[in-house]
C-alpha cells in the first residue's frame, strides 16, 4: 500500500526556515518522480518544486527558485523540501506527491497519482 507521511510544517516569522519531509512507504522512492504542491486559502494547488527520478534534475516555481531546495534520501525512502527567507505568501498547506510516470518537470497536479495528507506552514510575525 503506497502511503506518503508528511511532517515539519508550523508557524515561521518572516524570514525564517522550515524544512518539511515527506516519508515513503509501500514502495521504492527512487523510481519516482517527487514533487511539492501548496494550497492557499481561496487558490487553486500550485507545483512548488519536483525531482526526476532518473537524474535527480530539479525544478522550482519561480517564486521560490533560490529560497527553497527538494531533495530525497532513498536509503530512508524520504524526501524533503528545505524553505528558506520564507514570507507571508508562502503561507499554504503543503503536499508532497509522487509518479512513476509522469515526465520529469511536470508540475500539473493532475499528473500525480499519490499524495500526502498536507501540512501548514504558516509565515507571519
Known amino acids: 500500500q503506497v502511503q506518503l507521511v508528511e511532517s515539519g510544517g508550523g508557524l515561521v516569522q518572516p524570514g525564517g526556515s522550515l524544512t518539511l519531509s515527506c516519508a515513503a512507504s509501500?514502495?521504492?522512492?527512487?523510481?519516482?518522480?517527487i514533487a511539492w504542491f501548496r494550497q492557499a486559502p481561496g487558490k487553486e494547488r500550485e507545483g512548488v518544486s519536483c525531482?526526476?527520478?532518473?537524474?535527480?534534475?530539479?525544478y522550482y516555481l519561480n517564486s521560490v527558485k533560490g529560497r527553497f531546495t527538494i531533495s530525497r534520501d532513498n536509503a530512508k525512502n524520504t524526501f524533503y523540501l528545505e524553505m528558506k527567507s520564507l514570507k507571508p505568501e508562502d503561507t499554504a498547506i503543503y503536499y508532497c506527491?509522487?509518479?512513476?510516470?509522469?515526465?520529469?518537470?511536470?508540475?500539473?497536479?493532475?499528473?500525480?497519482?499519490?499524495w500526502g495528507q498536507g501540512t501548514q506552514v504558516t509565515v507571519s510575525s
Open positions: 506527491a509522487v509518479d512513476r510516470w509522469v515526465v520529469p518537470g511536470n508540475l500539473d497536479a493532475d499528473e500525480y497519482d499519490y
Open positions: 509501500g514502495f521504492t522512492l527512487n523510481y519516482y518522480v
Open positions: 525531482s526526476s527520478n532518473s537524474d535527480s534534475t530539479t
